[in-house]
């Protein structure tokens, strides 16, 4: 729906505290859900025993102006306005792609696994995926039923042709000593959506958004570097020059990413991590496949480095300066028609968001996560001294938002 009213949200909250589940009537036209559907869903909330288990099944718009098509927004509105109960939260999430989201608060069971195995065991119904949420947090089995998914179904940018998977290499044991240097201690959300002025979250809902999000982050970062680690550990590079040197990048991506995740990291940092884990991938997939030419990095949007896809540069225009960046289609698009990308990487600092590029993150700020320098391994190393190759993209400390 376009704008989730206070009126739905106290019709939402009567629901949740009668029978726990409350299905917008769209979105159940949309995704052909029944009454004996919404019965099925209503009967395994009641049955669960080890969540308090809550089902809202909404598509949230982009253009919401309070919850801006986040699922997370709309339940730590939710979790805040019921006084923070121990609460498990089943939805629907279009993030890249329509999806099960479950977002646990307080004492609950691990939702880690969960989502990923319910749509992974029922990827045509929705409705079994929601119903399964239920069957997994009870049997607490969703860790090791994920273990057992082959890895090109779960990553899908794991897939790849070239791997003699005969070889079981024990552990990559490299360390490589890394300066990683990150000055302002921000939170990372992961979908900022164009804001309209004047309207901020309040602060306690904005800050159980970025915890439940920091974790997801983690939890994706932590499974995307064990995944290359593994990938490296059953493979061997091509025996080429340019293959030995891209085998190389790739260990030397993976420890990067790794070192960062051993420690503490900021959610600034863990970005950096999955920006490395993605290079290391790209490098090891070039090391053993059939090119005979140098890897390089591939180019990534400067907007936001997580997002997929080919690149085009653009001119990016902000109070005090003019840069040309990498974008990816939509982030491109969205300059082109003279308007801020809708989905910049933002964290968190004090109360608000403020645009990554707008902080001082060090390298990760300077290089645009790499988007703007090639050798990002090279700027993390020099902790940051030294003028980079680029083009005048030096972040300004601020506070904008
Ligand atoms: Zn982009």
Not at 46 to 74: H, N, P, Y
Not at 291 to 299: D, F, K, L, Q, R
Request: charge should be negative.
């Amino acid at each position: 729906m376009d704008q989730i009213s206070d009126a739905t949200i106290a019709e939402i909250e009567d629901e949740l505290a009668g029978d726990g589940v409350w299905i917008d009537p769209a979105f159940a036209r949309n995704n052909d859900i029944s009454a004996s559907d919404e019965a099925r869903i209503e009967e395994a909330v009641a049955s669960a025993e080890r969540s308090d288990l809550k089902v809202v099944l909404v598509e949230v718009d982009i253009q919401d102006e309070r919850f801006q098509g986040s699922f997370s927004s709309l339940t730590a509105w939710l979790q805040d306005s019921t006084g923070g109960r121990d609460t498990t939260y089943v939805g629907w999430q279009e993030y890249s792609e329509p999806a099960l989201q479950v977002d646990a608060y307080g004492d609950q069971p691990d939702t880690t696994y969960v989502d990923s195995v319910a749509a992974h065991e029922h990827p045509d119904d929705f409705v079994d995926q929601v119903v399964r949420v239920q069957e997994l947090l009870d049997d607490g089995n969703a860790d090791a039923l994920w273990d057992e998914v082959p890895d090109d179904e779960k990553y899908s940018w794991t897939a790849d042709e070239g791997v003699q998977a005969s070889e079981v290499v024990g552990g990559v044991g490299i360390v490589v000593a890394l300066a990683v240097v990150v000055a302002a201690i921000v939170a990372w959300r992961r979908r900022r959506r164009a804001r309209p002025s004047g309207f901020t979250l309040p602060a306690t809902v904005l800050h159980t958004v970025r915890s439940a999000e920091d974790r997801r982050l983690r939890q994706q970062a932590d499974a995307e570097v064990l995944a290359l680690g593994e990938a490296i550990g059953r493979g061997e590079p091509t025996g080429s020059a340019d293959a030995l040197a891209a085998w190389q990048q790739a260990l030397d991506h993976y420890a990067a990413a790794r070192s960062i995740l051993s420690q503490d990291a900021a959610p600034a940092d863990v970005v950096g991590a999955l920006v490395l884990a993605r290079r290391g991938e790209d490098a090891r997939s070039s090391a053993q496949g059939r090119t005979s030419s140098a890897w390089e990095p591939g180019v990534r949007c400067w907007f936001n480095p997580l997002h997929e896809g080919r690149t085009s540069e653009v001119a990016w225009r902000d109070a005090d300066r003019e840069v040309d960046v990498p974008a990816c289609a939509a982030c491109a698009a969205d300059v082109r028609d003279g308007r801020e990308p809708r989905d910049i990487l933002d964290f968190i600092e004090g109360d608000r968001t403020v645009h990554y590029f707008r902080l001082d993150l060090g390298p990760w700020s300077r290089t645009g996560y790499g988007t703007l320098e090639p050798d990002l391994l090279g700027a993390l190393r020099s902790g940051g001294k030294g003028a980079l190759r680029g083009r005048g993209t030096r972040g300004r400390r601020g506070t904008a938002g």
